[in-house]
């Protein structure tokens, strides 16, 4: 019988007055029964507009219809064959605007939740099964991944899984990207992406760390190398500041650098060596997701007041709703419609507060969204003691600048081809935030899966 129930199964989580003093995951998962529960909720629909939103085309109904039937095994063989991160995507993809925004249900009530099933399927699977790899045939074929983030182990995912001999070099000391550097435990434990990542080892994935391409080795010397092919996923992780007075004080943070401290540098920990300040008031300047991880953070480690700064509205912010309801859940304190100017200084050059205007919004711009003015006479300022600065990254300009013939935009993005990631080198390949600029997890996915069947189909043509 299908469960015609206008709401989701909740979802048990922490208690906002518990979490917001930890790191351990937030949400805490379905058990079985709230999984099968949910997925009778699906109604299987025969056009799949859930399918066409998802950026790596998951047989959603497909695999919901296993849970359904409480065949999670063959819930999770249907997932891995579009994916190879569903553990990862269960937990940070933005299903609202996605699979979940085109379901059926969403129209008179609440849409199937499709990112929690998948997160049910993938944990099941991690925890109740031993995984026998069948390796495929080798084809013969090298190709080389810059980047083991979600766009570069996804390409390497997919090549590996026709035969392809892959090895993914990473400038970190260990793999994941922004899944392991950028994203809070508290939202992503990095057990889950090692988990991911031990999965693609399997498949024959070779993963070489602390290796810079530009700098230990450059695109050239990888074909001379023997690689007929190259996959840049390199992302976009060089931060962007305001160019306002006061950004070199002490106390001043890029959210890259911040969260970096804490997730990868595990600085959160009380036995940790990782310097982080201890902060008692803290302005987080930004919008976006990464803000919100960056104020909960903060917020974890001890701060009795942050704030998100924000230029626009409520209604304009670009984090997922989720996340804005966690964080006010948590305390944060939302300051909209509000801009710093400078940050200023006490005599020892640490951060003491943040003079900021008050703004209103007019006419859309070029983005679509109504452009925030100053209001005249409304500066003000607001006592933190730390700043963090979240508003927006670009590509680093290190592969470009040391590879000829590789055409970027005026943002530093590389230029590919929409439908098959080619870049203006033969035989190189791009996708995810090195292309789009800072973007979703799931879009770099979808960028590494659209290259991977290009190299294939170029390779298998030889």
């Avoid at 230990?216 to 001379?224: H, R, W, Y």
């Avoid at 992780?237 to 950004?247: D, T, Y």
């Avoid at 997730?263 to 920990?269: D, G, P, T, V, W």
């Avoid at 974890?300 to 998100?308: H, N, P, Q, T, W």
């Amino acid at each position: 019988m299908p469960n015609m129930d206008p709401k989701k199964t909740p979802m048990p989580s922490q208690e906002p007055c518990i979490r917001n003093h930890n790191f351990d995951e937030v949400a805490l998962g379905y058990t079985a029964e709230m999984a099968v529960n949910e997925a009778k909720r699906c109604l299987n629909c025969k056009n799949k507009p859930c399918v066409s939103a998802c950026p790596v085309c998951i047989d959603i109904p497909g695999f919901i219809q296993h849970v359904a039937n409480e065949d999670f095994e063959g819930a999770y063989e249907v997932l891995s064959r579009s994916t190879s991160l569903p553990a990862v995507c269960g937990r940070v993809c933005p299903q609202e605007s996605q699979c979940e925004g085109k379901c059926v249900r969403g129209i008179k009530g609440e849409s199937v939740g499709i990112g929690r099933l998948e997160r049910f399927v993938a944990d099941w699977h991690r925890q109740n099964t031993c995984d026998v790899i069948r390796l495929p045939e080798p084809n013969g074929h090298k190709v080389a991944v810059i980047g083991a983030g979600p766009s570069g182990l996804t390409c390497a995912g997919d090549l590996a899984k026709m035969g392809y001999d892959v090895t993914v070099y990473e400038a970190l000391h260990v793999a994941g990207g922004v899944l392991s550097y950028g994203i809070p435990e508290f939202r992503l434990p990095k057990s889950i992406v090692a988990s991911e990542i031990e999965g693609l080892k399997k498949l024959g994935v070779k993963i070489e760390c602390n290796i810079v391409i530009g700098k230990t080795l450059t695109v050239d010397e990888l074909f001379d190398m023997g690689f007929e092919a190259l996959f840049i996923g390199s992302g976009a992780g060089l931060p962007r500041f305001m160019g306002i007075p006061g950004e070199s004080l002490k106390g001043v943070y890029s959210a890259n650098e911040y969260l970096t401290r804490i997730n990868l540098m595990k600085a959160y920990r009380p036995d940790s060596t990782t310097p982080i300040k201890r902060s008692r008031k803290v302005a987080v300047v930004g919008g976006g997701n990464v803000a919100m991880d960056a104020a909960r953070c903060a917020k974890r480690l001890g701060a009795d007041e942050v704030y998100i700064v924000y230029r626009r509205g409520m209604q304009e912010l670009p984090a997922r709703h989720e996340e804005v309801e966690h964080a006010q859940e948590e305390g944060i304190i939302f300051k909209t419609l509000c801009n710093p100017v400078e940050v200023l200084g006490d005599e020892n050059g640490n951060v003491c507060g943040m003079r900021c205007v008050e703004m209103t919004l007019g006419e859309p711009d070029a983005s679509g969204r109504r452009r925030p003015i100053v209001k005249e006479g409304s500066e003000f300022v607001l006592d933190v003691d730390t700043m963090i600065m979240s508003i927006g990254t670009s590509p680093n300009p290190l592969i470009r600048n040391t590879t000829p013939g590789l055409d970027t935009n005026r943002h530093g993005c590389i230029v590919v081809e929409e439908e098959t990631g080619l870049t203006s080198r033969e035989g190189v390949y791009a996708g995810g935030d090195a292309v789009t600029g800072a973007a979703t997890v799931i879009l770099a996915m979808g960028a590494g899966k659209t290259a991977a069947q290009a190299i294939h189909e170029k390779l298998s043509a030889k």
